[in-house]
């Protein structure tokens, strides 16, 4: 029903942007809440921004805080995830995901999300 394909990863310096992409196959794409998660060599998969069905609500990570911005188009069954003033700490491969839960009750934690997207890896160098 829902079949995420990423896209947009690279290389890139400290203070640079990238955008990532996420786009649905399904026919219901509007109706899920859309979070991005992200995943270093060694460490967990830790929660980055998630949005809500509609686009209105958001919610990030203090670590991206007024770096990254998460958007979607509906129209387009598309998610982005805008990625400014890029750290070294942000290298990971980031991963797209969607959950049938609403978004009131939306958690941060990976395992509450039902798809995921094959990843894409974003590295910074400094």
């Known amino acids: 029903q829902v079949q995420l394909v990423e896209s947009g990863g690279g290389l890139v310096q400290a203070g640079g942007s990238l955008r990532l992409s996420c786009a649905d196959s399904g026919r219901t794409f509007s109706s899920y809440v859309m979070g991005w998660f992200r995943q270093a060599p060694g460490k967990e998969r830790e929660f980055v921004t998630a949005?809500?069905?509609?686009?209105?609500?958001?919610y990030y990570a203090d670590s991206v805080k007024g770096r990254f911005t998460i958007s979607r188009d509906n129209a387009k069954n598309t998610v982005y995830l805008q990625m400014n003033s890029l750290k070294p700490e942000d290298t990971a491969v980031y991963y797209c995901a969607a959950t049938s839960r609403s978004y009131g009750s939306a958690s941060t934690d990976w395992y509450t999300y039902n798809y995921w997207g094959q990843g894409t890896q974003v590295t910074v160098s400094s």
């Open positions: 949005i809500s069905q509609s686009g209105i609500s958001t």
